[in-house]
């Protein structure tokens, strides 16, 4: 069946700009997770959803990140304000919902802010 | 607080040798899962193994094998007869009490021919 995906796969913004990163999860997995991935490092925790509701968001960096997912499925995270700082990969992960399953990562969109 | 520790930071070896990468983790909950995850110069993650804190046995996966010791709190990884294609970045991960994933760094795995 189809993975995860991811759009756009690239993203170049101007420092200021408001940025949509949108997130398909594999069919009927119920979590859904944000994580962004600097370069040389490993994927770090942003934000999780159960369903419609946001679980855990504890590892969002500040008031200009937000994620939402309304129905269920597709999730969107939404920067405002971008900063250089914010350049990284943003990875989308889907898993079954239960504690400890297994999570499932998507291409992930690279996001550069000029 | 939960860490994961791969100290490993690149590793260059010759095809059809044998390497182990390292992976030490630190978490309060007394149950959690351990995973590793291969993410190849195309930049996907790609799951290879989850094993649960109860199940200390290691596992055997074709030229892959994995060494689980909760008394030195370390999950090692071990590819036989390496190969060109298992160049990659490999991730050790940890979830305790939530779903987040914890990472480590990464270990940078290079097979030469």
């Known amino acids: 069946g189809a993975g995860v995906s991811q759009t756009p796969s690239n993203k170049v913004t101007e420092k200021g700009k408001y940025v949509e990163l949108r997130c398909d999860p594999i069919?009927?997995?119920?979590?859904l997770y944000w994580y962004r991935q600097s370069l040389g490092q490993g994927p770090e925790f942003l934000i999780y959803?159960?369903?419609?509701?946001?679980?855990?968001d504890s590892g969002l960096p500040n008031d200009r990140f937000f994620a939402v997912r309304p129905e269920g499925s597709v999730s969107t995270l939404k920067i405002q304000r971008t900063e250089r700082g914010d350049s990284a990969v943003y990875l989308c992960?889907?898993?079954?919902?239960?504690?400890?399953?297994?999570?499932?990562f998507g291409p992930g969109t690279r996001l550069t802010v000029l | 607080a939960q860490k994961v520790t791969q100290a490993q930071t690149e590793i260059s070896v010759v095809e059809k040798e044998d390497v182990t990468l390292d992976c030490v983790y630190e978490?309060?909950?007394?149950?959690?899962?351990l995973f590793w995850y291969k993410q190849p110069p195309s930049g996907e993650l790609v799951f290879l193994i989850r094993?649960?804190?109860?199940?200390?046995q290691n596992e055997i996966s074709g030229r892959y094998s994995w060494n689980f010791q909760k008394s030195t709190s370390s999950f090692n990884f071990t590819i036989t007869a390496s190969q060109v294609v298992d160049s990659a970045v490999y991730f050790c991960?940890?979830?305790?009490?939530?779903?987040?994933?914890?990472f480590g760094t990464g270990t940078q795995l290079k097979v030469e021919l």
């Open positions: 992960a889907s898993s079954l919902g239960g504690v400890g399953d297994t999570q499932y």
């Open positions: 069919s009927g997995h119920t979590a």
């Open positions: 959803f159960q369903g419609t509701g946001a679980a855990d």
């Open positions: 978490t309060r909950d007394t149950t959690y899962y």
């Open positions: 094993r649960n804190s109860f199940d200390e």
């Open positions: 991960a940890l979830v305790g009490g939530g779903n987040k994933l914890t």
